[in-house]
């Protein structure tokens, strides 16, 4: 029997069996490690977890900010539900406005009661009149009052300047409608195409286009969804575009045709608002005139003689 060839196998199975033993040494030392880091980093974050729940708890800030929530919770709440005619007129404001969100009649009168009261406090405070004097009460009143038209105020401005980009961009919305009924795209299509068009010269035009997009892809027709369009751009043209397509729709006559008429009014309607803009500019101008440029010419021209006869040497 060969010794050499017997002492070479069994220093082969000896190696093999140390590498195997380390492998499985180093093995359980790695999940040990890693069940132990995790096991640690849970501790912390439920440590940390818990001393912030229990500060926040603790702290004024945190009651404040949870009661003013419920404050405002139970506002936008109460005011969203309710379904009269008033409510009503106020939601189709805000829309117009651009704010969509449900609970923005509610964020509506506790603006206007925060401001109200906040600005009558300011001034009941920093009046300089004396205290108690009725011209004291008469800012604090006007302070309050200033508060309570401030947000009204506010949603009249935008929609006055929304209204403004709409009336502005509505020509070339018609204008690229027709190119693209020309083009033979569907009614639908062309919307969309035409919202992406407008993107960067007309945001709040686009905005609009975009959700009548989307309410014709939920399952309106397309009627309604110009209907709901004219209701949010708050333009007479809209309503008009509106009652053309229904019109177009159930008449059978040619959408393109009706579009390109309406297109050609458009900008038609445009040219007269700017030639009205322009004749108006003299009488505009008249005020500030003579206001601000008579009186200084008669002191240009009158002062050398009241000069003259003051010092009699007329």
């Keep these: 029997m060969d010794l050499s060839a017997l002492s070479g196998g069994d220093g082969l199975v000896a190696l093999l069996v140390f590498l195997a033993a380390t492998t499985l040494a180093f093995s359980v030392m790695a999940v040990v490690r890693v069940q132990g880091s995790v096991r640690r980093r849970a501790a912390n974050i439920a440590a940390v977890d818990a001393l912030g729940q229990s500060g926040e708890r603790r702290s004024l800030r945190h009651a404040s900010l949870k009661a003013a929530q419920r404050v405002i919770d139970y506002t936008a709440r109460h005011y969203a539900d309710g379904n009269n005619k008033e409510m009503k007129v106020l939601r189709g404001r805000l829309v117009q406005a651009g704010l969509y969100d449900p609970r923005a009649v509610g964020y509506f009168f506790l603006a206007r009661t925060a ?11 920093a009046a300089p009149a004396e205290q108690g004097g009725s011209v004291h009460w008469l800012l604090v009143g006007l302070a ?9 105020l506010y949603i009249d401005q935008r929609i006055k300047n929304r209204r403004h980009e709409h009336r502005a961009g509505f020509p070339d919305f018609m204008d690229l409608l027709v190119v693209c009924a020309d083009a033979g795209l569907s009614m639908e299509a062309a919307l969309d195409r035409v919202g992406r068009e407008l993107g960067d010269s007309y945001p709040s035009l686009t905005a609009n286009i975009h959700m009548a ?16 369009l004219a209701d949010r751009l708050g333009l007479e043209e809209a309503r008009s575009f509106a009652t053309l397509i229904q019109q177009s729709e159930e008449l059978g006559s040619s959408i393109t045709d009706a579009l390109r008429v309406y297109s050609d009014d458009m900008r038609h309607k445009r040219l007269s608002r700017a030639e009205e803009k322009a004749y108006s500019l003299p009488a505009k101008l008249a005020l500030p005139m ?9 002191v240009v021209i009158l002062l050398p003689v009241f000069v003259r006869l003051y010092l009699g040497n007329y």
Excluded: K, Q, W
């Design 115 to 125: 401001l109200a009261v906040g600005l009558a406090v300011l001034a009941f405070v």
């Design 144 to 152: 309050g009052i200033a508060g309570y038209l401030a947000p009204s």
């Design 213 to 228: 997009n989307l309410e014709i892809r939920a399952g309106r027709t397309m009627s309604e969804a110009l209907d709901h």
């Design 290 to 298: 003579m206001i601000c440029i008579f009186p200084v010419l008669f």
